[in-house]
Each structure stands twice: as C-alpha cells, then as structure tokens.
C-alpha cells in the first residue's frame, strides 16, 4: 500500500490548471482552471503551451531588441540604426545648447548619456507598437482546450512605454533642460538679481550717511 501511494503524482502535476481567462456570461461561479490531464513536461496541456519545447538554436538573441524596452543598455548600442545613432549624438549635442559644461561635472556627462540611450529606446519601443498595434488578440478556451472565442487585449508595452516617458521627464527636469525647469531657474534668478540689486543700493546709502547722527535730532 505505502509503495502505490509513494506512486501517486501530486495533483498540480497531473492537471494543466492554466486560468480561463473569460467565463461564459451566465457563469457567476468561481475562477476556472482548465482540467486536462495531458500534461507535458512543463506542466501545460498542448492547448496551454505544453507542446512548446524551446531550443536553444532557434532562440533569437537579441530579441529583446526588436522593440527595445527590456534590453541592456551596451546591447542597444550595439544595434543601433543609422536614425538611432543620429538621435543618440542629437541628444548628446544638448549641453552645449544649453551651455552646461560637462568637464566641471562628469556626473551630468553621464545623466546626458543616459538620457540619450533612453530616449533612443523609447523612439525604437514606438516604432514597435506602430507597427503591431496597439491592440493584440488572444484565444479564449474551454476547460477542454477548445479555442471558442477571442478577445483584445492591450500591447504589454503601452505601460512600460508610458513609465519610459516618466523616467525620461525625469531625467531632463533634474538636468534643468524642460521648459518648466528652465522658466523657474529664470525666475529665480531674476528673484537673487533683484535681491543683489537691493542690498547694493542699500549699501550705497548707509555708505553716504556715515555721518549720520540720530542724537542731533533729539536738540532740535
């Protein structure tokens, strides 16, 4: 008896139990699992991805560099276009528009080459969606496996091409580059100019009234 149950394969093993991800519209039960027991060897039935073996030989590479977005940044150079190393050196031209100088400071040398490797990745993840879409299908099935129906669902990259967005805001307004940065800085600087001016004038007039003598108007 010990040695059949030593036998037994756990339950998780022998049923795919990928989530069905759309119930019928009469259904208001519980969360469906799809309850095949032509399990694979990695756990899926062949509806669910169990006939899938991936082989080493036919795995792209790079990609992860078709769009981009998960990418290192030293594999990004390396597959740069000619579009993209013409925005990437566009970008790292910025400093000297706007007058910052990158030998005082090699910490703001390498945010401007930061900035520039993520606004070439987020220009490459666009140029992805345009060209697939905004918009994917995928199969919805039955507990048996049956496809019955397909649904849309949004490209994975919208989000991370709206964080990608953020990082780059990001980077410009600690650099000082965007315009609502830019039209602080003005402001506060013309705030220290109109400060400087005051204490000058200030200055001048008590350096004219050394001789001041708040006594004498006390005997008149």
């Given at each position: 008896?010990?040695?059949e149950?030593?036998?037994?394969?756990?339950?998780?093993d022998?049923?795919?139990?990928?989530?069905?991800?759309?119930?019928?519209?009469?259904?208001?039960?519980?969360?469906?699992?799809?309850?095949?027991?032509?399990?694979?060897r990695?756990?899926?039935?062949?509806?669910?991805?169990?006939?899938?073996?991936?082989?080493l030989?036919?795995?792209?590479?790079?990609?992860?560099?078709?769009?981009?977005?998960?990418?290192?940044?030293?594999?990004?150079?390396?597959?740069?276009?000619?579009?993209?190393?013409?925005?990437?050196?566009?970008?790292?031209?910025?400093?000297?528009?706007?007058?910052?100088?990158?030998?005082?400071?090699?910490?703001?040398?390498?945010?401007?080459?930061?900035?520039?490797?993520?606004?070439?990745?987020?220009?490459?993840?666009?140029?992805y969606?345009?060209?697939?879409?905004?918009?994917?299908?995928?199969?919805?099935y039955?507990p048996?496996?049956?496809?019955?129906?397909?649904?849309?669902?949004?490209?994975?990259?919208s989000?991370?091409?709206?964080?990608?967005?953020?990082?780059?805001?990001?980077i410009?307004?600690?650099?000082?580059?965007?315009?609502?940065?830019q039209?602080?800085?003005?402001?506060?600087?013309?705030?220290?100019?109109?400060?400087?001016?005051?204490?000058?004038?200030?200055?001048?007039?008590?350096?004219?009234?050394?001789?001041?003598?708040?006594?004498?108007?006390?005997?008149?």
């Amino acid at each position: 008896m010990r040695e059949e149950h030593s036998r037994l394969v756990p339950f998780d093993d022998n049923y795919c139990l990928s989530k069905i991800p759309r119930q019928p519209d009469d259904y208001d039960g519980p969360r469906r699992f799809c309850v095949s027991r032509c399990v694979k060897r990695n756990g899926r039935c062949k509806h669910h991805g169990g006939c899938v073996v991936p082989r080493l030989e036919n795995l792209d590479k790079l990609g992860n560099l078709k769009h981009g977005m998960y990418a290192t940044d030293e594999h990004l150079k390396q597959t740069m276009s000619d579009r993209e190393e013409e925005l990437y050196e566009w970008v790292l031209s910025w400093p000297e528009v706007y007058e910052i100088d990158l030998e005082s400071d090699p910490s703001t040398a390498h945010d401007f080459q930061t900035l520039a490797v993520e606004i070439v990745r987020e220009a490459r993840g666009k140029d992805y969606i345009l060209s697939n879409g905004e918009i994917t299908e995928r199969g919805v099935y039955l507990p048996d496996g049956q496809q019955i129906d397909t649904e849309e669902i949004p490209n994975s990259l919208s989000e991370t091409m709206a964080s990608q967005v953020r990082l780059i805001q990001k980077i410009k307004t600690s650099l000082g580059i965007t315009r609502k940065q830019q039209m602080k800085d003005d402001q506060t600087q013309s705030a220290h100019e109109i400060m400087d001016g005051i204490v000058d004038v200030m200055g001048g007039l008590v350096n004219e009234n050394d001789g001041y003598d708040p006594d004498s108007f006390d005997d008149e």
